[in-house]
C-alpha cells in the first residue's frame, strides 16, 4: 500500500482536478508555481469580463476553493498538500484585479510578486498558514498574498508606467 498522498486523488472526480489546477499541481517540483502558471490562461479568460463580473468570478473562486482544498486534503489525508494549488489560481487572480490591462509586463509582475509573497509568507500569511486549518487555512494565506502582491504590483506598475 502507498504512503503518498497523490496517490489517493482521483483526476476523474471534479473536486480533485480542481483542486490540482487541472493537474498542474502534480508537477514534481515546484507544484505551487506550476499551479500559478496554469492560472494565466484562465486569468486571459476572466479578464475579458467587465471588472465587476471578475471581482464576482475571483470571490466565488475563492469562496467554492474553501470547500475544493477542503475535501481534497481530506481526501488525501494531508492539510495543504503542495499538489493542491487552486488556492495559488485565486491568489494569481486577486494579484491581476489591478492590471489595467491585458499585457505580458503586467502578467510578468503579478506572476513574480505574487509568488514572492506566496514563497516568502511575511507576516501575517505566515501565521495564517500554520493556525488556521481546513479548506478555509489552505485558502486563506494566499488570498491574503494575492492582496499584498496586488497592492505591490499596483504601486510597481504604475511607477514603472506600464
Excluded at 493542491?84 to 489560481?89: A, K, Q
Amino acid at each position: 500500500m502507498s504512503t503518498n498522498p497523490k496517490d489517493l486523488l482521483k483526476m476523474n472526480n471534479p473536486w480533485h482536478l480542481l483542486a490540482t489546477g487541472f493537474g498542474s499541481g502534480l508537477a514534481k517540483y515546484i507544484p505551487g508555481t506550476m499551479g500559478t502558471l496554469a492560472a494565466i490562461p484562465l486569468y486571459l479568460i476572466l479578464a475579458q469580463l467587465p471588472f465587476g463580473w471578475y471581482l464576482v468570478a475571483v470571490l466565488v473562486a475563492a469562496i467554492i476553493g474553501i470547500r475544493i482544498c477542503h475535501i481534497t486534503s481530506s481526501d488525501m489525508k494531508v492539510h495543504d498538500h503542495g499538489s493542491i494549488v487552486w488556492d495559488e489560481f485565486v491568489g494569481f487572480w486577486i494579484t491581476m484585479a489591478v492590471a489595467p490591462t491585458v499585457s505580458w509586463k503586467w502578467i510578468l509582475a503579478g506572476f513574480i510578486l505574487f509568488r514572492f509573497f506566496d514563497m516568502l509568507k511575511p507576516w501575517p500569511i505566515s501565521w495564517l498558514d500554520k493556525h488556521v486549518e481546513g479548506g478555509f487555512g489552505i485558502m486563506i494565506d494566499d488570498v491574503l498574498a494575492g492582496f499584498m502582491a496586488m497592492i505591490s504590483l499596483w504601486f510597481i506598475g504604475y511607477w514603472l508606467g506600464f
